[in-house]
Each structure stands twice: as structure tokens, then as C-alpha cells.
């Protein structure tokens, strides 16, 4: 079967992180949880850190109602998405991400959680939508620290169980390649290499011998407003959307 895992905070970080959260419960402490904003937001993702997910929530949820800077309130909002994923609270998950969505709608990672969260709750049309509108927004032009592949990789594991599930063998199996060619060592991905390929006839291949990065652009043209077709197509060729234009009509639809 087709495989996912969650990834979580390795040991060492969360133990060089144990003075950091005893400087901050002592502030929280003397001044009776009147921090600065951003103390508060460092201390709810240090009990995060240290897998104190309750107490994450709350301190997080109390930032929220000071914090004025929308990048951190972002992050905050997805952080307190991600950890009631942990805890299996997938609805809370989804409505924490919604608000986010709020505060930047341009934004991916909201949406990508989303996707994850309804994974989890084996919704796989509702994976693949919220995946398609993520995905081919940029990353956050931000100051706050992000991690370059929750854009380019990480998302991949889900989407690409989700299309299966969905019968798309074939995307399954070309999303899975993109995913190698960023991480080419990915048990995950190795694994679901081999088991997507037993489930697609050979005839259904088409032989691709140059890399992704060297495509040109290419223009398709939906058949009689069949969009459904076109965007099922698009997912099958796992090409980047930003490489890609869909003439209708008169209209130019990226």
C-alpha cells in the first residue's frame, strides 16, 4: 500500500531548546502572562517544540489576540492548524487553517494543511482540490524562517495517495517521480515508485527522457470546455504550473 508519515521535532532540537522555554516560562510567569506579542509567540512554539500541544494552543491562541505583525499571526494560526492534526482534531485543524487564510489568502501553507488534514479524514477529492490551489501559489515572501521543501516536496506524499486512491494511477506514479527528482533518496516516495508502477499498464507510459526543468511552456486547449479533462491531464503530466497556459476561447486561463 501506498505510505505516509508525520515528521516531527528531533530530540536534540527540543533539548537545546529547554533553556530558551524556562527563560520564557519565567517572564510569563513574573508578569502574570503580559509578555510582549512576540515572547508569547516564541513561548507557545517552544511547548510545541517540547510536545506540550495544549499548552502550545493556548499560549499561541492568546498571541493571536495581541500579535499585530500578519506574518508571525500566520504562522502562529497555521502552527495551531498543525498541532490539532497531531492530536487527530482534523476539523479544528481545517477551521485553524481557514482563519489563516484570512490573513494571507496568497499564502500556501493553509491551504497544503488543509489538503493534509483531509487526508488524514480519507477525503481524497477535497485532498486533491485544496492541493491544486496550494501548490502553485510562490512560497511567502516573509523574514520568518520557512522551510523550502513544505513548497516543493513535502505535499507530495499526500497528493500523490490521494490521486491514487482516486484511480489516477498515473498521476500518482508521475508526481511520485517529480518528488524523486528532488529527493531522490525518499523512502517514501522509493517505496510508492515501485507500487504505483505495478498498477499502470505499460501502454498507459509515455517514455520521458529529458528532465521536468527542461519543458518548454506549453498551451492546452480544453475539448469543448471539458475543464475537469484539462485539469485531470495536467495532474497525469505533473508539469510545473507556472510553464503552463490553458487557451479557451478568447480567454487566457493560467
Given at each position: 500500500?501506498?505510505?505516509?508519515?508525520?515528521?516531527?521535532?528531533?530530540?536534540?532540537?527540543?533539548?537545546?531548546?529547554?533553556?530558551?522555554?524556562?527563560?520564557?516560562?519565567?517572564?510569563?510567569?513574573?508578569?502574570?502572562?503580559?509578555?510582549?506579542?512576540?515572547?508569547?509567540?516564541?513561548?507557545?512554539?517552544?511547548?510545541?517544540?517540547?510536545?506540550?500541544?495544549?499548552?502550545?494552543?493556548?499560549?499561541?491562541?492568546?498571541?493571536?489576540?495581541?500579535?499585530?505583525?500578519?506574518?508571525?499571526?500566520?504562522?502562529?494560526?497555521?502552527?495551531?492548524?498543525?498541532l490539532h492534526r497531531h492530536q487527530g482534531r482534523y476539523q479544528e485543524a481545517?477551521?485553524?487553517?481557514?482563519?489563516?487564510?484570512?490573513?494571507?489568502?496568497?499564502?500556501?501553507?493553509?491551504?497544503?494543511?488543509?489538503?493534509?488534514?483531509?487526508y488524514f479524514l480519507q477525503d481524497w477529492p477535497k485532498v486533491v482540490y485544496?492541493?491544486?490551489?496550494?501548490?502553485?501559489?510562490?512560497?511567502?515572501?516573509?523574514?520568518?524562517?520557512?522551510?523550502?521543501?513544505?513548497?516543493?516536496?513535502?505535499?507530495?506524499?499526500?497528493?500523490?495517495?490521494?490521486?491514487?486512491?482516486?484511480?489516477?494511477?498515473?498521476?500518482?506514479?508521475?508526481?511520485?517521480?517529480?518528488?524523486?527528482?528532488?529527493?531522490?533518496?525518499?523512502?517514501?516516495?522509493?517505496?510508492?515508485?515501485?507500487?504505483?508502477?505495478?498498477?499502470?499498464?505499460?501502454?498507459?507510459?509515455?517514455?520521458?527522457?529529458?528532465?521536468?526543468?527542461?519543458?518548454?511552456?506549453?498551451?492546452?486547449?480544453?475539448?469543448?470546455?471539458?475543464?475537469?479533462?484539462?485539469?485531470?491531464?495536467?495532474?497525469?503530466?505533473?508539469?510545473?504550473?507556472?510553464?503552463?497556459?490553458?487557451?479557451?476561447?478568447?480567454?487566457?486561463v493560467p
Open positions: 500500500d501506498a505510505i505516509v508519515v508525520e515528521h516531527h521535532p528531533p530530540p536534540d532540537r527540543v533539548e537545546e531548546s529547554g533553556r530558551n522555554l524556562r527563560i520564557l516560562e519565567k517572564e510569563y510567569a513574573e508578569k502574570g502572562g503580559a509578555m510582549e506579542p512576540r515572547h508569547l509567540f516564541y513561548l507557545g512554539r517552544e511547548y510545541a517544540d517540547h510536545g506540550n500541544h495544549g499548552g502550545a494552543i493556548e499560549i499561541l491562541t492568546e498571541y493571536l489576540r495581541v500579535g499585530g505583525w500578519d506574518d508571525e499571526r500566520y504562522s502562529a494560526q497555521t502552527k495551531i492548524a498543525e481545517i477551521d485553524a487553517d481557514l482563519q489563516a487564510l484570512k490573513i494571507y489568502p496568497r499564502w500556501p501553507d493553509a491551504y497544503l494543511g488543509i489538503a493534509r488534514s483531509y485544496w492541493t491544486d490551489l496550494g501548490r502553485v501559489l510562490p512560497p511567502p515572501d516573509t523574514l520568518l524562517f520557512r522551510n523550502p521543501l513544505d513548497y516543493s516536496l513535502n505535499w507530495i506524499i499526500y497528493y500523490t495517495n490521494a490521486v491514487f486512491a482516486l484511480g489516477d494511477g498515473l498521476a500518482a506514479l508521475a508526481w511520485t517521480r517529480r518528488a524523486l527528482e528532488v529527493a531522490p533518496d525518499d523512502a517514501m516516495h522509493k517505496h510508492n515508485l515501485a507500487f504505483f508502477a505495478t498498477t499502470v499498464g505499460s501502454e498507459e507510459l509515455i517514455p520521458i527522457e529529458v528532465s521536468v526543468a527542461d519543458l518548454p511552456t506549453y498551451a492546452v486547449i480544453p475539448v469543448h470546455d471539458r475543464h475537469e479533462l484539462t485539469l485531470a491531464l495536467l495532474r497525469q503530466l505533473a508539469l510545473p504550473p507556472d510553464r503552463v497556459v490553458v487557451y479557451d476561447n478568447n480567454s487566457k
